[in-house]
């Protein structure tokens, strides 16, 4: 029959194994997904360069003729127009609302009657 410690260091030896793979796993995963980041920040940034010349360049060459000089989709090169142009505002610009009216003063509440004007119905009951 096998030994307590045996059976100890087995499970050691496996938990190491597999500590040693989740750690080189991770890194791994951790690296690819840092490139990743940078080189869609990279993308992001091209594109807005591209959107920018795209409108610059819009009162001397359009859209059809550049996708024919480049082989570039015009498709692409429409969104990259539109990445590149401003955008327009929604709403009202800060400042222009009109202030909410201020809430009317508190009515003025009437004096309530002493307690001993006060009429009470009169109440019928059995006894009455």
Do not use: C, H, N, Y
């Not at 087995?10 to 990743?36: I, P, Y």
């Not at 060459?61 to 955008?87: H, M, N, Q, Y």
């Amino acid at each position: 029959m096998i030994t307590t410690d045996e059976i100890e260091r087995r499970v050691e030896k496996v938990d190491a194994e597999k500590s040693a793979r989740r750690t080189a796993a991770a890194r791994e995963v951790g690296e690819l997904a840092r490139r990743r980041a940078a080189f869609a920040e990279q993308l992001a940034d091209t594109e807005r360069k591209l959107g920018t010349v795209l409108v610059a360049a819009a009162d001397v060459i359009g859209i059809d003729e550049l996708a024919e000089f480049t082989d570039v989709p015009a498709a692409d090169l429409t969104r990259w127009l539109s990445a590149g142009k401003p955008r327009a505002r929604r709403g009202r610009p800060p400042g222009s609302r009109k202030p909410k009216p201020e809430a009317p003063a508190a009515v003025a509440s009437i004096p309530a009657a002493p307690a001993s004007d006060v009429q009470r119905p009169a109440v019928e009951g059995p006894g009455t």
